[in-house]
């Protein structure tokens, strides 16, 4: 059986059809994360959707909507806890220490089959069923109304902090909606490689495209581009082979075009060095 037969099966669809959905949501939320610095916030809540997904199939036997309940709970703590930088990656170390402890807790009154919780944390996209499919595609829209919405104080928020209080913005506020913006996407991302994984969707093509402009429009063109191409490749290469795992190919894929981008963007400043405006910024 070729990849051919594999693509014509519902399993396989499904797959793409989540992977493009994910993909295009973290891309786009990508950028922000880098640029604000939220690396450890985004590992910190796809890891504790495990502790919502686990309490969602001991009280309703429903991991998915529970891990999206949860990592709403989680970024609300964050949000309230991690107010200011300095403050927000021991909030983040503090809640996720805990966290993690109680889903232990949780999973161990659940006398079940817990593969749905544990496949939060290591990804299980080629069991993605139709209803999973459907609440993804309620998530991704959810997720590119509030970037829509948030896109313009956001930015001002995220590159001169200081001068857009001073302007009115509301940092605190738009600083928790992210928050709820990036719980989805992020949830939403472990149904695809895993929450142990998701930094290679909602981080390294953002980090990627960083590398080849300075321009918003671009960077955030290139994110979702460079997602799209991560994910959808690595679950095609997965079917292709048949042995390794979807997530090994995603991470591996993404991981290749940063650096791509990181090489390819440091030789064009030594041929062209007084295009240093288009060149990204360094860290």
Not at 95 to 119: C, K, P, Q
Not at 225 to 238: H, N, P, R
Request: net charge positive; aromatic share 8%; hydrophobic share 55%.
């Amino acid at each position: 059986m070729g990849l051919g037969f594999y693509l014509g099966q519902p399993f396989a669809q499904h797959a793409l059809l989540a992977g493009t959905l994910v993909a295009i949501t973290s891309g786009l939320i990508g950028p922000f994360i880098v640029t604000r610095r939220m690396a450890f916030a985004v590992h910190g809540t796809a890891e504790l959707s495990f502790t919502g997904a686990a309490a969602g199939l001991l009280v309703a036997n429903d991991p998915v909507t529970g891990a999206l309940t949860g990592s709403l709970v989680v970024a609300t703590a964050i949000g309230v806890l991690g107010v200011h930088e300095r403050e927000r990656d021991s909030a983040i170390g503090v809640i996720l220490a805990f966290g993690l402890g109680v889903g232990v807790f949780l999973l161990s009154l659940y006398h079940g089959f817990a593969t749905e919780a544990t496949n939060i944390l290591f990804g299980q996209i080629f069991g993605v069923s139709t209803g999973q499919l459907f609440l993804l595609l309620a998530v991704a829209l959810g997720v590119l109304l509030a970037m829509t919405v948030l896109y313009r104080p956001l930015f001002f928020a995220s590159v001169d902090p200081e001068v857009a209080e001073a302007r009115g913005v509301r940092l605190r506020l738009v600083g928790l909606l992210f928050l709820f913006v990036l719980a989805l996407t992020v949830t939403e991302a472990a149904q695809i490689v895993g929450t142990l994984l998701v930094l290679s969707l909602a981080i390294t093509p953002a980090a990627a495209a960083q590398r080849l402009s300075s321009r918003p429009a671009v960077v955030t063109g290139l994110s979702v581009l460079f997602a799209v191409l991560a994910c959808d490749g690595g679950l095609v290469a997965s079917l292709e082979s048949n042995t390794v795992k979807a997530s090994v190919f995603v991470t591996a894929f993404s991981f290749g075009i940063y650096v791509v981008a990181r090489v390819g963007a440091g030789a064009a400043r030594r041929v062209w060095p007084d295009r240093r405006t288009e060149a990204v910024r360094v860290g």
